[in-house]
């Protein structure tokens, strides 16, 4: 799934839960139930599940898409959290809840062959049908258009 929706789930969490630990597992374990909706996977983590890839096999759509997708989610959550006094437990869940995608950005540096078993567990939670654009995208946005309207209420 995109990052932006796991970013904005998790800042709805935070918002709305006061622990920060169940702020950070709530979100996290959130990271695992939005990557098992059926969506659309973007990224080659995703388009290419399972298959061996290298660095060369990420392409400048893929960058693109990952650097638009990163930037929107934080973009948002900057907006969502101005003036909230929540701000912190809003970045605390939005951080948790993306980081269970971890291991793409470590794979890209350290090469595809790092982190093989959570790759392997992670995956395992991964709606992994082929989907068309727009019920790809229509769960993704709906996930993130819910959770801002949560943060905002
Ligand atoms: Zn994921």
């Not at 990271?31 to 660095?55: K, M, N, T």
């Not at 101005?82 to 437990?89: I, K």
Request: hydrophobic share 50%; proline share 5%; aromatic share 8%.
């Amino acid at each position: 799934m995109l990052t932006t929706p796991h970013l904005l789930v998790g800042a709805a969490i935070g918002s709305q839960v006061g622990n920060p630990i169940l702020v950070a597992t709530t979100a996290a374990a959130s990271h695992f139930v939005l990557d098992s909706l059926p969506h659309l996977g973007f990224i080659v983590g995703e388009r290419r599940l399972g298959a061996q890839w290298d660095f060369e096999d990420l392409d400048r759509r893929d960058l693109t898409i990952v650097a638009a997708d990163v930037l929107i989610g934080l973009g948002l959550v900057t907006l969502i959290t101005a003036g909230n006094p929540r701000a912190e437990l809003i970045w605390l869940g939005a951080f948790c809840a993306f980081l269970p995608d971890f291991h793409h950005t470590f794979q890209i540096l350290f090469g595809p062959q790092k982190l093989k078993k959570y790759t392997k567990l992670h995956l395992k939670f991964h709606y992994k049908k082929p989907m068309r654009v727009l019920p790809g995208l229509a769960t993704q946005v709906t996930a993130a258009i819910a959770a801002v309207l949560v943060v905002l209420r």
